[in-house]
């Protein structure tokens, strides 16, 4: 199967009434690289910075970070690269930075909450991104998003470094797109209003189902509520691929949602544009949107919409891809 896999390394990812999507890899180091390029993966839909940090004695400096950033972008060639913005705190503690205590840390003080607070933090890893645009095609992305003042805020600092940058005589890329994840639900909810401010969106679902379902993603005894094709998680993830074309943005997923085969069939129908994964998923994501009709699947998708639960949703969705 592995051999058979390997004839769609170089091939598009088209279906087959030829509406083209990406395939791009997940990643944590600048090592996981090659391992996108060798799977076929066409861009980099979420490069998880919080390991520089976390790996680390003490908050990376500029140069660490400009480094590990420089080799991703050259390392795609061009390909579009999603960074992801510190997205520490929940489960994700450093040995070197203390956390207030909290009832609810995934609810709490984390991620762009984090970095809107301690700017002198977020600064230095914005500038070491600005000097490594002109490396390659970079986006820059900010996790954990809640509202649209949060996002303007976030891009505020980040227009003032670049600013600070070229007044230093130093040159930064001027197709810089700055975009977020949607993972909580008032986000998708107000997709509409944000994508009038975000150059793009990525679904974070990891987040999205655990925030929406009120389901701890840590949580064996709840995780019966992690549910993907739960029809309210599509349609928030309806709500945010429509706030972001109505604007002439694109959309795409990078939560774990979207390296699964029967989710992609959903998924190709809401009209997701970037679809980013673990690196071993890509081929056979590849494999699964090729042999699809986009026409058929929003036929399908409309379907699931309509349905009242995650079983029934993805049963028929088998029936349709196996079929
Ligand atoms: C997500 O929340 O879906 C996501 C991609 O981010 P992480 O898993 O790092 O929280
Ligand atoms: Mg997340």
């Not at 060639?77 to 009832?103: A, C, H, N, Q, S």
């Not at 930064?172 to 793009?200: H, R, S, T, Y």
Request: a negative charge.
């Amino acid at each position: 199967e592995k051999e058979a896999l390997k004839v769609l390394i170089d091939a598009p990812s088209i279906s087959t009434d030829g509406h083209h999507v990406e395939l791009a890899g997940n990643i944590g180091t600048p090592n996981d690289v090659q391992g996108v390029l060798d799977n076929g993966g066409e861009g980099i839909g979420l490069y998880r910075t919080e390991f520089l940090y976390m790996n680390s004695q003490d908050f990376p400096t500029e140069e660490e970070q400009f480094v590990a950033y420089k080799l991703v972008l050259e390392g795609m060639k061009g390909k579009r690269v999603v960074v992801r913005t510190l997205d520490i705190g929940g489960d994700k503690k450093l040995p070197y930075f203390e956390f207030p205590e909290e009832m609810n840390p995934f609810l709490g003080y984390r991620a762009i909450r984090l970095c809107l607070d301690r700017t002198d933090i977020f600064k230095v890893q914005l500038r070491a991104l600005c000097r490594a645009s002109v490396y390659g095609k970079l986006c820059i992305m900010f996790p954990m998003i809640a509202t649209v003042q949060e996002f303007k805020d976030a891009k505020a600092i980040f227009e003032e470094v670049k600013a600070e940058l070229i007044a230093e005589g130093v040159k930064v890329a001027d197709d810089i797109e700055v975009g977020m994840m949607v993972e909580i639900p008032a986000a998708a909810v107000l997709a509409d209003q944000f994508a009038k401010v975000a150059d793009f969106f990525s679904i974070g679902t990891n987040d999205l189902i655990q925030y929406s379902m009120a389901a701890d993603r840590m949580s064996e005894k709840v995780s019966y509520l992690y549910q993907p094709y739960n029809p309210s998680i599509l349609r928030l993830i309806k709500m945010t691929i429509d706030g972001a074309h109505k604007e002439g943005k694109w959309a795409g997923m990078c939560g774990e949602m979207a390296g699964e085969p029967d989710a992609a069939a959903i998924l190709l129908g809401l009209g997701l544009d970037e679809f980013s994964m673990s690196a071993s998923s890509i081929l056979k994501a590849r494999k699964v949107i090729t042999s699809l009709s986009k026409k058929e699947m929003e036929d399908v998708a409309a379907k699931c919409l309509e349905m009242d639960n995650a079983e029934e949703v993805q049963a028929y969705v088998q029936s349709v891809i196996n079929k």
